[in-house]
T-cell receptor
Framework: QKEVEQNSGPLSVPEGAIASLNCTYSDRVSQSFFWYRQYSGKSPELIMSIYSNGDKEDGRFTAQLNKASQYVSLLIRDSQPSDSATYLCAVKTAEYGNKLVFGAGTILRVKS | GAGVSQSPSNKVTEKGKDVELRCDPISGHTALYWYRQSLGQGLEFLIYFQGNSAPDKSGLPSDRFSAERTGGSVSTLTIQRTQQEDSAVYLC????????????FGPGTRLTVL
């Protein structure tokens, strides 16, 4: 089992809809969770971090963390074509020190 | 301020040649990371430097790969006797310190081994 798993997609949503991206991880003692956005041919950029169970909102983005179920999700409200990108889930876990373990990413396509 | 910079942006080499990739982290960032991203894949950790501590080399795929960081700033990733499977985008990231969670990525070096 991979440490961090994501559905590769593509996930297609119409403009204005809510996009829901999911990620599961295997290490129960993982501490920190991140969502990076990566446009084609560009480097990843951090959009959300979450450390505690529950929801964390930042503008149109909401990160949700459930440590008991070992999943973290990202909701994008009012999706825009400019949100079309690959979304990478990353986990920092005690076993791996300060390294981030990345999932393979989910491709999101927002259709206008 | 200036972000993480990497050079070259693109490198095409022949199988068996050595290559050097350079990373210049954000000024004041003590932690520096190298990752590799193959086409359509996530990021694969390679090596991590923190200050003057011994680097964490646990992600280096073979002894053909090595990296150094001089003066706690600029880092060079060296790949000896390149193979076609080394073709990927090599990304460097830096963070303020070991406890800092936010890693800032450079634009990457796209390596193509013919």
């Amino acid at each position: 089992q991979k440490e961090v798993e994501q559905n590769s997609g593509p996930l297609s949503v119409p403009e204005g809809a809510i996009a829901s991206l999911n990620c599961t991880y295997s290490d129960r003692v993982s501490q920190s969770f991140f969502w990076y956005r990566q446009y084609s041919g560009k480097s990843p950029e951090l959009i959300m971090s979450i450390y505690s169970n529950g929801d964390k909102e930042d503008g149109r983005f909401t990160a949700q963390l459930n440590k008991a179920s070992q999943y973290v999700s990202l909701l994008i409200r009012d999706s825009q074509p400019s949100d079309s990108a690959t979304y990478l889930c990353a986990v920092k876990t005690a076993e791996y020190g300060n390294k981030l373990v990345f999932g393979a990413g989910t491709i999101l396509r927002v259709k206008s | 301020g200036a972000g993480v910079s990497q050079s070259p942006s693109n490198k095409v080499t022949e199988k068996g040649k050595d290559v050097e990739l350079r990373c210049d982290p954000i000024s004041g960032h003590t932690a520096l990371y190298w990752y590799r991203q193959s086409l359509g894949q996530g990021l694969e950790f390679l090596i991590y430097f923190q200050g003057n501590s011994a680097p964490d080399k646990s992600g280096l795929p073979s002894d053909r790969f090595s990296a150094e960081r001089t003066g706690g700033s600029v880092s060079t990733l060296t790949i000896q006797r390149t193979q076609q499977e080394d073709s990927a985008v090599y990304l460097c990231a830096s963070s303020l310190g070991p406890a800092a969670d936010t890693q800032y990525f450079g634009p990457g070096t796209r390596l193509t081994v013919l």
